[in-house]
């Protein structure tokens, strides 16, 4: 895991966004240059989007936590007031202000990956090595088929 100094120089090389509309189109621009489902960070009154192309890190904050239920797939996910991760092509590591609930606990996922050998599945993976294998179609942004 990177250390706060360590991020702090990767985020003073980041492209950094500000104001929601904004946030929004380059959140979505960056899922889809990943491969990643575009309902995947589903993020409300975001005020700053950072993204150190170089490095793969990429941070997202917002005004407040956020919770999500993806019907799809029965879920309840938290997210932090900021969101940041290395990303790669279809890969989310080192993931941070991601929580899952499975039964009555919430998860934190450190991990989100699409398989190349089944493009349409998608993992979330916790630091603790639990892993959760859905369908990507369900982290499709809403009215978007």
């Known amino acids: 895991m990177a ?27 960056l899922l889809r240059t990943l491969n990643l489902p575009e309902g995947l ?8 989007v950072g ?5 793969g890190f990429v941070w997202l904050k917002q005004q407040k936590k956020k919770e999500h239920y993806f019907k799809k797939i029965g879920r309840l996910v938290s997210y932090a007031p900021e969101v940041s991760a290395f990303v ?11 929580k899952s609930k499975e039964l009555l ?8 990956y699409i398989d190349d050998s089944d493009s349409s599945k998608i993992t979330f993976k916790s630091s603790a090595g639990l892993s959760r294998t859905f369908p990507v179609s369900a982290f499709e942004l809403e009215g978007n088929k």
């Open 3 to 29: 250390s706060q100094a360590t991020i702090q120089n990767i985020r003073e090389n980041a492209e950094v966004y500000h104001g929601d509309g904004k946030c929004k189109e380059k959140s979505l621009e």
């Open 41 to 48: 960070l589903p993020l409300e009154d975001l005020a700053e």
């Open 51 to 55: 993204y150190n192309k170089e490095k």
């Open 88 to 98: 790669e092509d279809r890969r989310m590591k080192n993931l941070t202000g991601v």
């Open 105 to 112: 606990l919430w998860i934190s996922i450190s991990e989100i």
